[in-house]
């Protein structure tokens, strides 16, 4: 069974733009959820998607957005760049039918973003 | 507010030594708890899941150890290899669903093991 693939792996912006990130879950899990990783935060929690809706949320700006699509794949959004969103993305899947406990999160490669 | 506590920050072993990483947590009410391993620029990976109700989890030369009242965990890693130099995360979750489900993660340690 393929894991959670993240695309792009690596991306440079500048300052004031804005990018989208992509994740696909793994085959049959529904939720998904965003990380932030820097090395002065560690590993923050953004937000998490099931089912195409949004069910939790982390303490970021409204800069930072997501959205899930029907086959489970999710992006997430940052507009108007600033130095201190380069960090480390990663998405993680889990769950499957709902109710089940299925719980362990498995996480993608991540996306490397730099903010110039 | 949850928060996860990882001692030491860093750790160097020789290979073969059985080594001991420590989680600690200050809301005791937790769901489970997963640990993890990073190594450089890459993503996490899976190692051990506990849920509450558990005790411990074993798997391979791994085992994690779970004691909700004392808010605490250990992760040991039995006859060390090079192989298993990485960061060692460990992260809470409090519930199901709703705003209590997301992951709490610890700061890491980051473990080297040298020939």
């Known amino acids: 069974k393929a894991g959670v693939t993240q695309t792009p792996r690596y991306l440079i912006k500048t300052r004031g733009q804005q990018v989208t990130l992509s994740c696909s879950p793994i085959?049959?899990?529904?939720?998904v959820s965003w990380y932030q990783q820097t090395p002065g935060q560690g590993l923050q929690f953004l937000f998490e998607?099931?089912?195409?809706?949004?069910?939790n949320k982390g303490n970021f700006p409204g800069r930072f957005s997501g959205r899930q699509f029907s086959n489970s794949r999710s992006e997430m959004n940052v507009s108007t760049l600033e130095l201190g969103d380069s960090a480390l993305y990663l998405c993680?899947?889990?769950?499957?039918?709902?109710?089940?406990?299925?719980?362990?999160?498995?996480f993608g490669p991540g996306t490397r973003l730099t903010v110039l | 507010k949850q928060e996860v506590t990882q001692i030491p920050a860093a750790l160097s072993v020789p290979e073969g030594e059985n080594l001991v990483l420590n989680c600690s947590f200050t809301?005791?009410?937790?769901?489970?708890l997963q640990w993890f391993r990073q190594d450089p620029g890459k993503g996490l990976t899976s190692l051990l899941l506990?849920?509450?109700?558990?005790r411990e989890q074993t798997s391979g030369r791994l085992n994690a150890s779970l004691d909700k009242s004392s808010g605490r965990s250990t992760l040991y890693i039995a006859a060390s290899q090079p192989g298993d130099s990485a960061t060692y995360l460990c992260?809470?979750?409090?519930?199901?669903?709703?705003?209590?489900?997301?992951?709490?993660f610890g700061t890491g340690t980051r473990l080297q093991v040298t020939l």
């Open positions: 993680a899947s889990s769950g499957g039918l709902a109710g089940a406990r299925t719980d362990t999160q498995y």
């Open positions: 085959s049959g899990h529904r939720s």
């Open positions: 998607y099931f089912s195409e809706t949004q069910r």
């Open positions: 809301d005791s009410a937790i769901y489970n």
């Open positions: 506990i849920q509450s109700s558990q």
């Open positions: 992260a809470v979750r409090l519930g199901e669903t709703g705003t209590a489900s997301k992951l709490t």
